[in-house]
Each structure stands twice: as C-alpha cells, then as structure tokens.
C-alpha cells in the first residue's frame, strides 16, 4: 500500500513536471511569435480569474502601455486561453501558473499584486456602481473577474452590492440567463491563494456574503434556481478548438544557456552574462545536426549612426525595421554538413563534395557562392519538408546585435581573444595580435545574447538580399530587398571574416559580391521561416 501510495504521488508530480514543461514550452512559442512585451502583458492577465476583451483591454492600457494595443486580443486568442463563455476566457490551468510564478517572483512583485488588487477592485466596483440594474444576460463575466483580499473593505461593499442584486426578481428567462452564462470553469488559485487572496465566483457568492454579512439564506439560490426550473448545477469542462490555417512544423525546441561578454574599448572583458534561447536540431539527413536557434520578433535600428568609426555611407540611412519571428543557424554551416547535404539529389545546379580552400569537418565551409548556398537550401528544405533559405539582410543584422547598438555585439571593440579577423589592426585601444590567417572551427568563441556564434569574423556570411548601395526605399519589414533597381546584380555579404580588420566586422557593415562569386572568406549560415504553429515532441 505503501508503495502504491509513493508511486501515485511520483505519478501526480511528474504529471506537474510536465505540465509545467508543455506550458513553458507554449509560451516560448508564444514569446517568439508575439515579443517579450507580449508575455510581460500575459503575467497581467493571469491575475483575474477570468478575462473579457474589455477587461484585456483594460489591463494593456493600466500596466502595459507601450505595448501594442492588438496584444490585448492577441493573448486571448492566440491558444493561451480557453473560451468559457460568451466574450469570456481563461488561461490554460498550466500556463497561468507559469504566468503567476513569474509575476510574483519579481522583486517588484508585492508591489504589483497591489496595484493589480486596487486595479480590479475599482473595476468591478465602477460597473456595480453603473445606473439602473446590471444585467447578467449581457454582462455575466463581472461576477468571476475578481481576486481579492477578502478582508479589504471594497469586497464587503463589493459583496453586499451582490447580495441586493441577486435578490431582485426578474421574469424566468432572465434568471436562466443569469445562472447559465454566470457559472464559469474554476480556476486554480495555487499561488495566489498563498498570499491571501480568494475568488470572486458565483458559486461560492452566497458563502462569501455570509461571513461578511452573517444574514444571507444559504437555500436561496437553490430555490431560486428550482423555481426557474433549472437542473442541478454540475461541473462541466469546455475545450475549444482553435485551427490556424498555415504551415505545421513538428520540432521538439531544447531551452539553452550560453556565455556572452561585453568588452571596453580597450578590448578587456568587463562583464560575462549568461544568455539562454531555444532551439531545435534538424537531423535530416541522417548526423546533419544542424542546430537553428529561435529568434522572436522584434524592431531594431538598421544601419549605423553618422559617428560611428569606419562608417561607410551605404550602411545609411539609419531607419527602424520590424523582424518577424524567424529561426537562425547558430553556426555558420560547416564542411561536414555541406557534404552530408551536397550528396543529396541536385535541384537545379551541381555542388563541389568539398569545395573549402581549408581543412576541418567543423570549419565553416567557404569558396561557395550565393548560387551554390541557394542551392544548399533548396536541396535540405525537399529532404526536410521545411522552409530553410539565406537570411534577409535585415534578418541577420537583427539577429547579430541582439538588442545592442554597439559597433560590434560584444561592445565598442572587438579582439582577437573573442573573434577570428585580422586582429594585427587595432579598432580602439585593443592590443595588436596576429591574426590566425585562416577559418577556425565554429562555436569557439563567445556568443551575441542571442546564443549565436560567429556573427563577427570567420567567414562572410550570404544574405537573400540584392545589392543596393544605401537603405533609401529599402523595405521596413524585415524581408528582402530584391527590386529592377538592382543593376549590378550583385548579393549581399555580412558579417566579416578572418581576412577582415574589424572595421569590416561591425554589425552594420555591408559588402557586396556576384552571385557566382566563391573565395576562401565566404560562407553562409541558414534561416528558416518560423510556423504559424509548433507542434512540440515531449
């Protein structure tokens, strides 16, 4: 009996283990749909035990402003929530203890669970407080929207105003109306419940307003129930189904930490910082292993400022882009996967088995051109069924400064202790060293916040995108920029290289090359487009 007893509480916690998982998972994906800003206004929306689209609305405009104002019906309607009534949903139980968990482990958090206490109960009490009688067929939602410390004072008012309400008579329809759309799916109150605070529910209405009041008939609503001719209330789960039209990629996305740094000018580390992500590993073909870190949408300053040392003019004007989620190789592509990949069946040119100029299986593969790397993606993306292509211009600048304005994503300089470029040409007052003179293997020096590797020097880096020799009607949402304008012809190339001095690795910096032009400084690293949905492999 005993073991019985200890394998059932071990079942029951890894049923919480997972559930946790799958609602950290849901929410990652969330995150990089819709930005962190997204997920911040979610931890407020977890607080009321039920929200309406006003109420959503409500809470953007109280704590979360600067959002965009479409969050407020994004959260609701992005499979966080489930529909429990008319214009009435609830987080999924899993993800709203996730939510919760965070905003009480802020350390501004007391602070905020007071502000969102004094929030809802001015919102309730101003639509109790709204002339002539509320009615419940409209707005049934008010009842159950509430949590509230049960000693405050606005409950008593809050609850009294119930009871005078619930004893109003109204004619048959009306009342069934009432109890049907009043009575809602429970919400768990785990953490809330720890720091005192209790529902506002309909079902528990009349024991609520007995300790306060200690005059209410507890038979009443049952019998204003049976004269209405209604049924036993009974419990009963709703699950909706929501079907998104588009893509579905089946990937099993692994959480990861990293490393980064942050130089001085003088090319000293003065701060390491642990940065985490999520990724998957395409495995097809069989040991490819290529690893594409998810990047979530966002907007960033494209280009560099008019100070910025070794600026060059085409890296102008200077404008915001918006960057929809997207997935990024973490490394540049190496020899190893080039040749898994090349020995696939050819889509519309032939690739060199081994075209690198250096030798090592965990090298970047380089001497290949834009046609070659087109090629390269057309070949993975038939195999896998998936969207891999070239990053866009405004993709990969993204994606390397990582939130950063910097000249480089590691500070204002870069060294030869964190980067492969030619290193023997000082950018601020980092010392001379001499440089390796070739590619190295990917991944051996510190990553952008992002998780990525590689990003400055290395190899240049392929982009989608034709050459254009300034941004002046370049596109402000993040795709290529591919127009007749492009006389030349030519592709773009980021990120410098080994043969570089780090003016020419910045993360602004741009450079150009024809689409059959191959050298021992040019690779690429892959983009694959983000799903409208993410199955996810447990």
Known sequence: MVGE???????????LVRRKDRAERLLAAFELRYGAMAVLFAEYVAFP??????LSYCLRERFCPEAEWSVAAVV?????????????????????AVLLARLV?????????????????GYIQARLGCAGTLDFGAEPEWIALACLRSADEVTRLIVRRLKEMWAEDGDQSVTQSRFRLGVL??????????RGFRPIDLRELRLVARDLEGEVDETSVAERMKRAGFPELKTMEVSIAILEVGVELEVGLV?????TVRLDRAGTVVREERVEGWKYTETRPEGLNLEMVAIPSGRFFMGSPPDEKDRFDDEGPRHEVTVQPFFMGQYPVTQRQWELVAGLEEVDRTLKKSPSGFEGEDCPVETVSWEDAVEFCARLSRVTGRCYRLPTEAEWEYACRAGTDTPFYLGETLSGRVANYDSSVVYQGEPA???RGRTNPVGEFSPNARGLYDMHGNVLEWCADDWHDNYNGAPIDGSARKDASNDSGSRL???????????????????????????????????????????YQN
């Not at 609701?76 to 709203?96: P, T």
């Not at 799916?185 to 720890?194: F, H, N, P, T, Y």
């Open 433 to 435: 060293v001499d440089s």
């Open 185 to 194: 799916v429970e919400s768990q109150m785990d953490l809330l419940a720890m």
């Open 493 to 535: 190339l980021r990120g410098g290289s080994w043969i570089y001095d780090s003016g020419y690795c910045r993360s602004a910096v741009r450079r150009y090359g024809s689409p059959a032009d191959a050298d021992s400084f040019i690779g690429f690293r892959l983009a694959c487009d983000f799903p409208n949905t993410l199955l």
């Open 49 to 54: 035990l039920t929200v309406t689209t006003e």
């Open 105 to 121: 482990g802020r350390s501004e958090g007391e602070r905020v669970l007071g502000e969102l206490v004094g929030f809802m109960a």
């Open 5 to 15: 007893a200890v394998g059932e509480v071990a079942e029951m916690d890894a049923g």
């Open 255 to 259: 959480k990861f930490e990293a490393m």
């Open 76 to 96: 609701l309607s992005s499979g966080l929530c489930d529909a429990v009534g008319y214009d009435l949903y609830e987080l999924k139980s899993g993800v709203r």
